[in-house]
């Protein structure tokens, strides 16, 4: 049988973008409030791109202080994986090779994944699978996303929860790094949730046109009501998942997408996970998609809040529909 070598992960970095935009931008261009965006999300403010910065700013950022905390040598990446649904381009070519570009990874292999808000979790269970089975030593995967880039200003219903940042880990045999050992990783989708979520023209079944350019029908739209239900329901589910069989004294800390307060707080209730393990920043940075969970454990590992043998609890869930968890020995 093929040994499957235990995977760590050696090294963090985070990047939002400088740009500060409150709640009151937002009725400008919609009817909402301050009052109601905070009430109903728990967002106070997030990070838009600068008009002159691309997407891959962040990601470039992001993988860059991961290395550089990991102390590699972006020649010495075997592989750099990014999750990203609003990437530079209109999906060719892959944002991961403008990065891998970018970083000087010249001997890496790159490669997009869209799996939107569950990508970082899902880039982590594929990058994880390139470690164990020694074929590489070194593989980064990047979460991150510029939403303000393809969300309609004129869409209360999303605009106002969307926002810009990632974050990045690089991957290593356990044995070398000694830090971050990922026990298990489970993940999952639902297609036929795919409506709920969605950028719903402008793509293969119905190629961009000046009406869907007017309309903006190819920006993304989200059913927020239908999906909140699913989302305090699944989130349940996974954070179960990678507590089952553990001390709950052992757990440190949850990260959890940042895709509502309310429903972080509802689902980590249903478990009696204490409020104070479950990490929440969406007051700072709204739901970044993909970059929130490696956000959130970038911001926490520089805070020094992450305690060695200590569990970790990565659960994200989101457009596709899809979802995944991962529980990580600190
Ligand atoms: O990250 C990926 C996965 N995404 C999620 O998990 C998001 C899940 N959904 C949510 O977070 C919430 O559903 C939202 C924040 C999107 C909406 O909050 P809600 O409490 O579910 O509001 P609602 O959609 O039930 O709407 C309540 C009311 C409606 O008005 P009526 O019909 O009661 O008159 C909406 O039209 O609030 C209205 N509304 C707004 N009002 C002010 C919806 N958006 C806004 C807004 N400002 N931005």
Request: glycine content about 10%; overall charge negative.
């Amino acid at each position: 049988m093929t040994k499957v070598l235990p995977v760590g992960i050696a090294g963090l970095g985070w990047y939002v973008p400088e740009r500060v935009v409150d709640n009151h931008y937002f009725t400008r261009f919609v009817d909402t409030s301050d009052d109601w965006i905070l009430q109903r999300t728990g967002i106070a403010e997030r990070r838009f791109l600068a008009d002159d910065q691309r997407p891959s700013d962040i990601f470039y950022e992001a993988g860059k202080r991961a290395l550089e905390n990991a102390e590699v040598r972006p020649e010495e990446v075997d592989l750099v994986i990014l999750a990203t649904i609003s990437g530079d381009f209109l999906g060719c070519p892959a944002t991961a090779c403008i990065v891998q570009d970018r970083l000087g990874c010249s001997n890496a292999s790159a490669f997009d994944i869209q799996a939107a808000c569950t990508g970082f979790v899902y880039g982590l269970q594929i990058g994880k699978q390139f470690i164990a089975s020694g074929t590489h030593k070194n593989v980064l995967v990047i979460g991150g996303e510029a939403l303000s880039r393809i969300c309609d200003l004129h869409d209360r219903n999303s605009v106002v929860i969307f926002a810009d940042g990632g974050g990045a880990v690089l991957l290593q045999p356990h044995d070398q790094c000694r830090q971050g050992l990922i026990e298990d990783s489970m993940l999952g989708a639902d297609g036929s949730g795919s409506h709920f979520i969605q950028r719903p023209e402008g793509g293969g079944v119905k190629p961009m046109n000046p009406q869907i350019l007017a309309e903006g029908t190819h920006l993304l739209r989200m059913k927020g009501r239908e999906v909140y239900r699913f989302a305090v329901e699944r989130m349940t589910t996974l954070m179960s998942w990678a507590m089952e069989g553990q001390n709950p004294e052992e757990l440190g800390w949850v990260f959890p997408h940042q895709m509502n307060r309310r429903i972080l707080e509802t689902a980590s209730g249903k478990l009696n996970i204490p409020k104070e393990k479950v990490y929440i920043n969406i007051q700072n940075f709204g739901n970044t998609s993909s970059g929130t969970i490696p956000i959130c454990i970038g911001e926490a590992y520089e805070k020094d809040l992450l305690v060695k043998d200590t569990l970790l609890v990565f659960a994200a869930f989101g457009a596709g529909l899809t979802w995944g968890a991962a529980r990580i020995r600190w």
